[in-house]
């Protein structure tokens, strides 16, 4: 196919593809091409250094704002997927786990459903970190109460990790890495402890960061280097089903 239809795959219009491949964006098997009508297979597209354009998977992280739903459709509000541009709307991505409606940062989006499994389940134990905002002041005890596991109806929470950053009268903040991720838990443990949350966001999955530069409803595809730590972290070697 023509690499402006290939590059127009990720997700551009055929015009934003064009532009990047004039910038000089748009590499063919690691070789910037300024020829949009050049034959190509997507697989030896790249874009800036992101993984291969058709490489089979896709996999995208996305800086969820407050009020999305983790969800790839719905009747009455947005969707993590519908932040996409159409064409990667109808690619066959899911999120890999939910974050509830108010909390905000990292979802990953990836058509590899092996992949979102092992990053699921407790099983494989992959960290998801958050940073926590809450009402009082943490302490020792609290990071004690979170490396014993927190008792909570149903169950016992794992052991987690809890990073004090700025703690206060009026209110802490502090990074929590748990490695399993049952409904609303983070919120359960915090309030648990005597301390309701006011806000959390998902700073990591496993290996991967959300990218700093990624403002709220932003997205971007990974570069092969994330994709291929998250397979990694999983034992999967990339693109393996
Ligand atoms: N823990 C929660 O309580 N909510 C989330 O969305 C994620 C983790």
Redesign the pocket.
């Known amino acids: 196919m023509r690499l402006d239809k290939a590059v127009a795959m990720t997700g551009l219009t055929r015009s934003e593809a064009r532009k990047a491949i004039v910038a000089g964006r748009v590499q063919v098997d690691g070789r910037p091409v300024r020829d949009g009508a050049m034959q190509v297979q997507p697989g030896q597209v790249t874009i800036d250094g992101s993984a291969p354009v058709e490489a089979g998977e896709l996999y995208i992280m996305v800086n969820k704002p407050a009020g999305v739903l ?1 969800a790839t459709e719905d009747r009455r509000l947005p969707t993590v997927l519908e932040l996409l541009p159409p064409a990667l709307r109808r690619r066959g991505l899911g999120p890999v ?4 409606r ?2 905000t940062g990292l979802v990953l989006l990836t058509t590899d459903g092996q992949l979102a499994h092992r990053l699921i389940s407790p099983k494989w134990k992959a960290e ?1 970190q ?1 940073r926590a905002r809450c009402e009082g002041r943490l302490t020792a005890n609290e990071v004690e109460a979170f490396a014993q596991g927190i008792s909570l109806s149903d169950f016992t929470a794992r052991p987690a990790r809890l990073i004090l950053l700025e703690t206060g009268d009026e209110g802490s903040t502090a990074d929590v890495v748990l490695t399993e ?1 049952k ?7 915090f309030a648990a402890v005597g301390h309701p ?1 006011v806000a ?1 966001e ?1 700073l990591r999955i496993g290996p991967l960061a959300l990218d700093p530069i990624l403002g709220p409803g932003q997205w971007r595809h990974l570069t092969e280097g994330e994709a291929d730590a998250l397979y990694k972290s999983c034992q999967m070697k990339s693109g393996e089903d």
């Open positions: 983790t786990g939910r974050l509830d108010d909390v998801k958050y991720g409904f609303h838990q983070v919120k359960r443990m949350l959390l998902r």
